[in-house]
C-alpha cells in the first residue's frame, strides 16, 4: 500500500522560503516518479514540479522555474520541494504524488495514481 504524507507548508512574507517534505512508503516499483501539484481555493490542481525516482531527471512548471526546486533522497524515500521568492500567487495546496508510469515525466495529474493529503502554504504580500 503506497503511502504518501507531506509536511513543511505554513505561512510566509512574499520574497521569503518554504521547503515541502515528502516521505512515501509503499513504493516497491522497478521504476517511478514523484511530482508536486498545487490547488488555489477554485482553480484546478496543476502541475508543479517531477522527479524521476530512478536517475533524478527533474521538470518545472515555468511558472516556478528558477524559483522552486525538487528533489530527492532515496535513502529516506523523501522528495522535497524547495520554495524560494515566493509570490502571494503561490498561495495553495500542495499535494505531494506518486506515478510508476514512468518511462517519461508526466505533467497531467490523471497519470498520478497516489497521492498524500496535501500542505497548506499561504503567501502573504
Known amino acids: 500500500q503506497v503511502q504518501l504524507e507531506e509536511s513543511g507548508g505554513g505561512l510566509v512574507q512574499a520574497g521569503g522560503s518554504l521547503r515541502l517534505s515528502c516521505a512515501g512508503s509503499?513504493?516497491?516499483?522497478?521504476?517511478?516518479?514523484m511530482a508536486w501539484f498545487r490547488q488555489a481555493p477554485g482553480q484546478e490542481r496543476e502541475f508543479v514540479a517531477a522527479i524521476m525516482w530512478g536517475g533524478g531527471a527533474t521538470y518545472h512548471a515555468d511558472s516556478v522555474k528558477g524559483r522552486f526546486t525538487i528533489s530527492r533522497d532515496t535513502a529516506k524515500n523523501t522528495v522535497y520541494l524547495q520554495m524560494n521568492s515566493l509570490k502571494p500567487e503561490d498561495t495553495a495546496v500542495y499535494y505531494c504524488?506518486?506515478?510508476?508510469?514512468?518511462?517519461?515525466?508526466?505533467?497531467?495529474?490523471?497519470?498520478?495514481?497516489?497521492w498524500g493529503q496535501g500542505t497548506q502554504v499561504t503567501v502573504s504580500s
Open positions: 509503499g513504493l516497491t516499483f522497478r521504476s517511478y516518479a
Open positions: 504524488a506518486a506515478t510508476n508510469y514512468a518511462e517519461v515525466l508526466h505533467t497531467s495529474k490523471d497519470s498520478y495514481a497516489y
